[in-house]
């Protein structure tokens, strides 16, 4: 984690939750730098950005490297490679990914993260919540989903948020294009749809990696966790930003509970 100079150290937990839902109206606002500090504290400055480094890095990578790479995330990898590289984040070595390293070498990295998380990005006791979204339709479904997605501790809202931009924009290059000069641009042909079916089971987990029964899902639960996953890919912008509407209610319960914090936002402002 990390923390600003402009924290706030004795809220309540009900206000430390509203202020979070406020930090996420402000996406554009999100710094890779951090500062790292001991205590947990909650910034206002508004939010660091707790991402791992190996995820941001791989997205990096892939963004700049691989957006042309027909079939990223589905060709094989160098299982030898991917270890070392693992290792060498496992060790905190500050790995460089650059043009030399190949693509679905660091595609496989990224998966397998996701996948070994002790608790998954979404996390397990939100499993069920997520999947029965998949039932719904419309403004519904996405008015459910933004809200469970405030629920997420900050690192995994930070990640998925990264996460899901990321994957929007591999997305965005699945199809042949053409150059100005007329020159045929490959596509990766990895459209949401089969985003959703590789990353799907590593974001969403019933049970962790490794149990009984963990890689035992019937068709319903992973017909439901792609469903979920496109419609987190292709709304991520939207579903990470607060309304003015909810703001306003989240200001006002502030006003009630701990106008200190309203004097000291106004001011801020």
Same mark, same amino acid.
């Given at each position: 984690?990390?923390?600003s100079?402009?924290?706030?150290?004795?809220?309540s937990?009900?206000?430390?939750?509203?202020?979070?839902?406020?930090?996420?109206?402000?996406?554009?606002e999100?710094d890779?730098?951090?500062?790292?500090g001991?205590?947990?504290?909650?910034s206002?400055n508004p939010?660091t950005?707790?991402?791992?480094?190996?995820?941001?890095r791989?997205c990096?990578?892939i963004?700049t490297?691989g957006?042309q790479?027909?079939?990223i995330?589905?060709?094989?990898?160098?299982?030898?490679?991917?270890q070392?590289l693992?290792?060498?984040?496992?060790?905190?070595?500050?790995v460089?990914?650059?043009e030399?390293?190949?693509?679905? %070498?660091?595609a496989a $990295? *990224?998966?397998?993260? @996701?996948?070994?998380m002790?608790d998954?990005?979404?996390? =397990?006791? /939100?499993?069920?919540?997520f999947?029965?979204t998949a039932?719904?339709e419309?403004?519904a479904?996405? %008015?459910?989903l933004? $809200? *469970?997605?405030?629920? @997420?501790p900050?690192?995994?809202?930070?990640?998925?948020h =990264?996460l /899901?931009?990321?994957?929007?924009?591999?997305?965005?290059?699945?199809e042949h294009?053409w150059?100005?000069d007329?020159?045929e641009?490959?596509?990766n042909k990895?459209?949401?749809s089969n985003?959703?079916t590789?990353f799907?089971?590593n974001i969403?987990?019933?049970?962790?990696?490794?149990e009984?029964?963990?890689?035992?899902?019937?068709?319903?639960d992973?017909a439901?966790?792609?469903?979920?996953?496109?419609?987190?890919?292709?709304?991520?912008?939207?579903?990470?930003?607060?309304?003015p509407e909810?703001?306003s209610?989240v200001?006002r319960?502030?006003?009630?509970?701990?106008?200190?914090?309203?004097d000291y936002l106004?001011?801020?402002?």
């Open positions: 984690g990390g923390m100079v402009d924290s706030i150290t004795d809220l937990d009900n206000a430390s939750k509203l202020l979070e839902a406020l930090q996420l109206s402000h996406p554009h999100l890779p730098r951090r500062i790292l001991k205590k947990k504290t909650l206002l939010i950005w707790q991402v791992p480094r190996i995820v941001d791989c990096t990578h963004e490297h957006l790479t027909v079939g995330f589905r060709v094989g990898s160098s299982k030898k490679r991917v070392q693992r290792e060498e984040f496992d060790q905190g070595l500050d460089f990914l650059d030399h390293q190949s693509v679905h %070498d660091v $990295l *990224l998966k397998e993260f @996701l996948r070994d002790p998954s990005l979404i996390p =397990r006791e /939100l499993y069920g919540a999947l029965s039932t719904m419309g403004p479904q996405l %008015d459910a933004q $809200l *469970l997605l405030f629920l @997420l900050p690192c995994h809202s930070d990640t998925l =990264r /899901l931009s990321f994957l929007g924009e591999v997305a965005r290059h699945a294009s150059d100005p007329g020159r641009i490959p596509g990895m459209t949401v985003l959703a590789v799907g089971p969403l987990q019933k049970e962790k990696p490794g009984k029964d963990a890689g035992a899902l019937n068709f319903e992973s439901a966790i792609i469903l979920v996953l496109q419609r987190l890919i292709e709304h991520h912008q939207t579903l990470f930003m607060v309304s909810m703001q209610d200001l319960r502030l006003f009630q509970t701990d106008p200190d914090v309203i106004l001011r801020r402002k």
